[in-house]
């Protein structure tokens, strides 16, 4: 398989809770991002890493949520004392080299948060 | 600040109609990208396209064409003798040069009646 891949599919917490999402990116692409998507919206912009490091964030993430691509290849994020408001889908995308190449996402990490 | 507005929320059309799907977009830039994703049930958002603002030439891909007019700023998709298998929600998206982020609009949900 070599499209953008996201563990779990899904995940119900309860509010309070830590959570941790994983993304494992198309194997050449060297850059990752990260969205987030409730229901009836387009995906909003939460980071965005290239290579190892992370070069953007939004207002959006908050001091909650942190987001790590240790060694340049997998990513995960993770959100800290979990609230019903988080409950959205978290979609991971990644891109190669050059200006604003296409990203090309996952299937999302659907977050449940009762 | 950039933005994406697709002010058809929803559309139906019996198989075999057009239909074109309307995006404006605002950004301050003069050198920007636009996109156009599917996302059809299953959740996973499919790239369609990608155009750089310094290309205002149509494109057209099988039954898909799309008009990007820079004077009117809009990037507006037209499917030909639509298919059920086009039944999805569309959303268009803008990244400026120099900033990853995709800023995605609302986006518009096609039904194709069979």
């Known amino acids: 398989d070599t499209g953008v891949s996201q563990d779990p599919r899904h995940k119900i917490t309860k509010r309070g809770q830590n959570v941790t999402f994983r993304c494992d990116p198309i194997?050449?692409?060297?850059?990752l991002y990260w969205y987030r998507q409730t229901l009836g919206q387009g995906p909003e912009f939460l980071t965005y890493?290239?290579?190892?490091?992370?070069?953007?964030k939004s207002r959006l993430l908050s001091d909650r949520f942190s987001a790590e691509r240790p060694k340049g290849s997998f990513s995960t994020l993770e959100i800290q004392r979990t609230e019903q408001g988080d409950s959205a889908m978290y979609l991971c995308?990644?891109?190669?080299?050059?200006?604003?190449?296409?990203?090309?996402f996952g299937q999302g990490t659907r977050l449940t948060v009762v | 600040a950039q933005k994406v507005t697709q002010a058809q929320t929803e559309i139906s059309v019996v198989e075999k109609e057009d239909v074109t799907l309307d995006c404006v977009y605002e950004t301050r830039d003069t050198t920007y990208y636009l996109f156009w994703y599917k996302q059809p049930p299953s959740g996973e958002l499919v790239f369609l396209i990608r155009r750089n603002s310094f290309d205002e030439q149509n494109e057209i891909s099988g039954r898909y064409s799309w008009n990007f007019q820079k004077s009117t700023s809009s990037f507006n998709f037209t499917i030909t003798a639509s298919q059920v298998v086009d039944s999805a929600v569309y959303f268009c998206a803008l990244s400026e040069a120099g900033r990853r982020a995709l800023t995605f609009g609302s986006g518009t949900r096609l039904q194709v009646q069979p």
């Open positions: 194997s050449e692409h060297n850059r």
């Open positions: 995308a990644s891109s190669s080299r050059g200006k604003n190449t296409e990203a090309f």
């Open positions: 890493f290239q290579n190892e490091a992370q070069l953007e």
